[in-house]
Nanobody, 117 residues
Framework: QVQLVQSGGGLVQPGGSLRLSCAVS????????TAWYRQAPGKQRELVAR???????NYGDSVKGRFTISRDNAENMVYLQMNSLKPEDTGVYYC???????????WGQGTQVTVSS
C-alpha cells in the first residue's frame, strides 16, 4: 500500500506564496504520474497540476503561470509551488500518485489552503 503524506498549506494573504509537499512511501519512476488536485467548498475536485512521464506538465487554466509542480524522485517527494495566490485558490489540496503499470492511484490526506486578508 502506497502512502502519501502532505505538509505545508495554511493561511496566506492574497498575492502571497505557499509550497505544498507530498512524501510518497515508494520509489518513483519517470513513468509514474503525480498530480495536485483541489476542492473548494461546494465544488467538485479539480485538477491543479499534473506531472507525467518525461517531465510533461499540465496545469489548470486558473493556475497557469502562477503554480509550479515538481518532484524529486531520489527523495520520493512531490511539490506544488503556489505564487500570486488569490482568494479563489482557497480549498483543500490533495496530492495524487498514479502508477500506470498497475493501474492504481493513491491520495494524500489533504491540506487546507486559505487565501484571505
Amino acid at each position: 500500500q502506497v502512502q502519501l503524506v502532505q505538509s505545508g498549506g495554511g493561511l496566506v494573504q492574497p498575492g502571497g506564496s505557499l509550497r505544498l509537499s507530498c512524501a510518497v512511501s515508494t520509489s518513483m519512476f519517470n513513468v509514474d504520474i503525480t498530480a495536485w488536485y483541489r476542492q473548494a467548498p461546494g465544488k467538485q475536485r479539480e485538477l491543479v497540476a499534473r506531472l507525467t512521464d518525461g517531465g510533461r506538465t499540465n496545469y489548470g487554466d486558473s493556475v497557469k503561470g502562477r503554480f509550479t509542480i515538481s518532484r524529486d524522485n531520489a527523495e520520493n517527494m512531490v511539490y506544488l509551488q503556489m505564487n500570486s495566490l488569490k482568494p479563489e485558490d482557497t480549498g483543500v489540496y490533495y496530492c495524487m500518485f498514479h502508477r500506470p503499470a498497475v493501474g492504481l492511484s493513491y491520495w494524500g490526506q489533504g491540506t487546507q489552503v486559505t487565501v484571505s486578508s
